[in-house]
């Protein structure tokens, strides 16, 4: 039976680190997957993660199973961390899930439970995995425009045109910050356009949010979900803690659904639990649990808080330099997009050809679509790349 199986096309990014692991030139540079970098290269454990565990461990006296939708001072940090002081407790439903990853496909299983016939809008483009778990699960996907590839930025009114096509029980999945793959975001003040939208169309937002803290800051990148959750009654969050936390591995994330009354958001929250116990019961206990710790012990969460605000305020650092760099060699303004973007993601906007030559040349590494992680780079590497993004004539 097995034999009848088909091949599935590898995932791009990881047969990207492959290639990259594989090449012997001295001095190659990874801009490719989507992992935060220190300065050497290394993803380090958070200070407050290390602490957090160390306590976990001192304290933890069983390994017995706990809760299916997760354990209630998770959920509610998560709730807290994301939609600050605007949360309403009662009418959100939470469940901790396997990474961010999970939280969408329960997010989008939830919804085709509520709507057999949902359809999907997504960005165009979006984070490939979006699409790729749509399409598994049989869900029509509508691709809406996003990304303006002359100006860099996003293409609203394309994205405006597009979206306004959602009608009632469909689900329009945004990206809440530092949008993957392009970096390119929405202000405040489109978010509250698109509010206007969602209200008139009465379409649901799914809001992925697996970056807060890497762009403008932990506040300034919840801002737009915020602003959907005061204007929407009924909305999904799938939150990621892999980046922020710096716990990939741990596969901790979390969905919250806030609904429009208590009755209903009862019934959200038995659905998402049993989502949970069909796909894998309980859901991973030790990520959730060091998340907690760190954002409910004050001193944990302050020295979480200033890491993660180091590690932002790099990444910014790296996308000036690399800004300025290129203004210098390009003697125009037109890379000024890069200290625009947010986020661990820029995409460059050049053509698949260049990006293969990029490699080929220069041994920098860079996603197919011209995405590049600028945490892969640090003052030595940025004035390497500039001159290589110049020499392939992007
Ligand atoms: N959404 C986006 C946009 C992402 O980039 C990622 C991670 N690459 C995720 C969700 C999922 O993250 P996790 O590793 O927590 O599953």
Redesign the pocket.
């Known amino acids: 039976m097995l034999a009848n199986l088909k091949p599935q096309a590898p995932d791009k990014i990881l047969a990207l680190i492959g290639e990259f692991k594989a090449d012997t030139r001295q001095g190659k540079i990874d801009l490719g997957v ?1 992992v935060y970098k220190d300065a050497n290269g290394h993803t380090p454990i958070m200070r407050a993660v290390h602490e957090a565990e160390k306590r976990i461990l001192a304290s933890e006296t069983t390994k017995s199973y706990s809760a299916l939708a997760g354990e209630p001072d998770f959920q509610s940090a998560m709730a807290g961390l994301v939609l600050g002081a605007g949360h309403k407790p009662e009418l959100t439903a939470a469940l901790a899930t396997v ?4 939280a ?1 496909r329960q997010a989008l299983e939830l919804a085709r439970m509520a709507n057999p016939d949902l359809r999907v809008f997504v960005s165009d483009p979006t ?1 490939p ?2 699409v790729s778990i749509m399409n598994f699960m049989g869900l029509p996907v509508q691709h809406y425009r996003y990304f303006d590839n002359d100006t860099r930025g996003v293409d609203f009114e394309g994205l405006k045109a597009d979206i306004s096509a959602a009608k009632k029980g469909d689900v329009v999945l945004l ?1 809440g910050c530092c949008h ?1 793959p392009t970096g390119a975001n929405l202000t405040l003040e489109q978010w509250a356009e698109v509010a206007d939208i969602l209200e008139k169309t009465g379409a649901m937002p799914l809001i ?1 949010l ?2 807060q803290g890497f762009g403008d800051g932990l506040e300034a990148d919840a801002a737009g979900t915020r602003l959907i959750a005061s204007r929407i009654p009924e909305m999904l969050i ?1 939150a ?4 922020n936390f710096g716990i ?1 591995r741990e ?3 979390c969905l919250l659904a806030q609904c429009g009354d208590a009755t209903t958001r009862d019934l959200t929250q038995g659905a998402m639990a049993f989502l949970n116990r069909q796909t894998y019961s309980f859901p991973p206990f030790h990520g959730a649990k060091i998340v907690a710790t760190v954002l409910n012990t004050p001193e944990l969460r302050a020295d979480w808080e200033a890491e993660l605000e180091a590690v932002r305020s790099g990444m910014l650092r790296l996308r000036e330099q690399l800004a300025r760099e290129l203004s210098s060699l390009a003697g125009s303004d037109r890379f000024g997009f890069i200290a625009e973007h947010r986020g661990m993601f820029s995409r460059l906007g050049a053509t698949p050809e260049q990006v293969k030559r990029i490699k080929e040349e220069f041994a920098i590494y860079m996603v197919g679509d011209s995405r590049l992680n600028i945490a892969g780079l640090n003052d030595t590497t940025v004035p390497i790349l500039a001159r290589a993004i110049i020499e392939a004539g992007v």
Do not use: E, F, L
């Not at 990474?99 to 999970?102: D, E, F, Q, R, V």
């Open positions: 989507g990474g961010g990853t999970g969408i984070w995995n979006h990206h993957n992925d697996a970056y799938a990621s803690c892999s980046k990939y596969r901790t994330g």
